[in-house]
DNA sequence: AATGAATGAGTCTTCATTCAT
DNA sequence: AATGAATGAAGACTCATTCAT
């Protein structure tokens, strides 16, 4: 029994209901669009008071950081394998993509993945290390000719960020998903002469 | 007697001044990075009563889309001009350093730029006329063989404001400025092959 | 027109009336034993906004302070004429009786009369002047071998407050108030030998 | 079978333990200055949960009770001897000054001590029990020509309360204590005529 | 008997908007 | 036309008490 996942196993069956039920509200109301994430309308969604929530979740932020932690290192995960793609362009390729769609899915990530600072150690440290694995991914394509030298894994990442603000801004088909993505991935490549 | 005209031609002086100030202290609000807009705060810094504030703009909306129509109309102006540089492709790059510098200095213009509907039917054509000029920078452009056939007017103002949004998110440099941008126009030629 | 009087003058006859509303239900509130303050609670009985409580009274303590300066000053005022007694120990009769009688109607006013340390300087400042006032009665006292040598102002302060306590705690009649301070006077005239 | 007495007798080691701790960590938050006693507060400080607190105190009030009746009764005894004192004038000296370093430990104790009403019999029980002590020792005392006739028993136990008072309120050092009890003490004397 | 998660009424505080002056 | 006091709905958070485990 590992002392870190032991937090969440000895939670009481029905205090871990409650945490994931509060958890599950939380995301849809933050897929709906609705940012306020006000932890009264989150208790009475979830079919709890307001107290379990502020147990759970001492503060909105706190809420928030649980809500990313859980996707964000899900996705460092995917991230890592798709980085080491033989082919570093294709690579990149599938983890623009691949962050894309999480990015699109979950607005929290996407607010996440875009912002200077963090407010959680854990979240700098998830981030570093997918920065990492961006990085790696980068240095390939760049030796390979095939990725501008001026881009780091941080840029990749603000980028990232920009287009799916882009894509969010307006009708957010596949069409248009694919359209900028793609424009971002040609600006990538080294600029011709 | 045009409802419209009327109210801006029997403006009485003090009033007229009264609403310069409003807009002022908006404006220098917004710049401050503080989106809240409290009509009450801001009726303080103008140094005039919250009822002044609501006879001239209802609620913060109203508030906003003046701010914003002063701006844009500025902007599509010059714009204009931009756009009937002969090198199409020339005129298209200072367009966009143009717009990417305005939605820089003022975050509400972005917000417009960037937004699928707007609440005041003035905004809507200026977006129009915005989008006509870059339409047909486009298709000049477009003839030249310098930009892919697959953007419109329409995502070009959306892949800008994905770059402002880039640019915005952590250290707002000339050189992320520049890159950020570079990487758009760079992405924006037409695909190898 | 004072300048210090002037701010109760140049506020709006309404915003005067709600403001000593507010006041008078606060007292009220205190002298039926009520020492929470709660503003809300306050707001109703005063028939008034939450938000106009708050316009004037920034936080109960504030309110607090307000119901004390008024009464408090008026005080200070009447005690520095009871001090001016020819007779030292009569004149410190006459004042310590009327104290009490302060302090037994209005509990606010024992409260900062007993406490060591002052919120508000205003307070800190009536305070002072009413020690000095009994300070002079003191001495007077004193030099007429009518007071012991051991007690100083602030003394005298606190064991008012002791003797106002006592009175509380049980029947506060007449009869054991007037009990209870003779003692007190009784206690403070020089012991034999 | 007496109910009352099984609830003492049947309790169970640990239980006892408990009871024990929950009490001594409720004292030393008192003695903190910290009279709000949060149940849940105390439960954690305690090691135990919220519901041990309620099985054996059913609310606040209850604890605070428990909490006296254990020093009271203990109080009582003592005075009871200090009563005896064949000095009737040195007795009640004894048993003032015996009473007052009880409360000025303990901020319940004087509280108890000063109330008008009990909440629970064994305390009105206990207070008779020193009523009827001090009542002697008057008796005696007024006899002897050293103590005024409109004082009771009762009054000496508001008149002590009033002492405790004016000790707390400010620097509680031991001068203050001993000059503030001798003021009373000498204020007890028959007066002059 | 013990635990502590859950509850939700209760309180504080802010701020967009109205309206008497 | 201007003022700013007043309003009160809305949101954040606490804590005494209950009850399933």
């Known amino acids: 029994m590992t002392p870190g996942a032991e937090r969440e196993t000895t939670l009481r069956a029905d205090a871990a ?29 979830a079919g709890v008071g307001v107290g379990t929530v502020y147990r759970h979740f001492p503060n ?12 964000f290192q899900q996705f460092v995960d995917e991230a890592q394998v798709a980085a080491a793609d033989e082919d570093a362009r294709a690579g990149l390729h599938r983890l623009l993509r691949f962050a894309l769609e999480h990015a699109l899915n979950d607005a929290g990530f996407a607010a996440v993945l875009g912002s200077a600072s963090d407010a959680d150690a854990r979240t700098s440290a998830m981030k570093a290390e997918l920065d990492r694995a961006v990085a790696e991914l980068l240095d390939r394509a760049r030796d390979a000719g095939v990725v501008r030298h001026d881009v780091e894994a941080d840029d990749i990442r603000r980028l990232l960020c920009g287009v799916e603000h882009a894509i969010r801004s307006g009708d957010d088909d596949a069409r248009h998903a694919r359209l900028y993505l793609d424009v971002l991935l040609e600006g990538l490549r080294p600029p011709p002469r």
């Open 17 to 45: 209901r409650n945490r994931a039920r509060v958890l599950q509200v939380a995301r849809e109301q933050l897929a709906a669009g609705d940012d306020s994430l006000m932890l009264n309308t989150i208790a009475r969604l």
């Open 60 to 71: 909105r932020h706190a809420l928030l950081e649980a809500l990313l932690a859980e996707r």
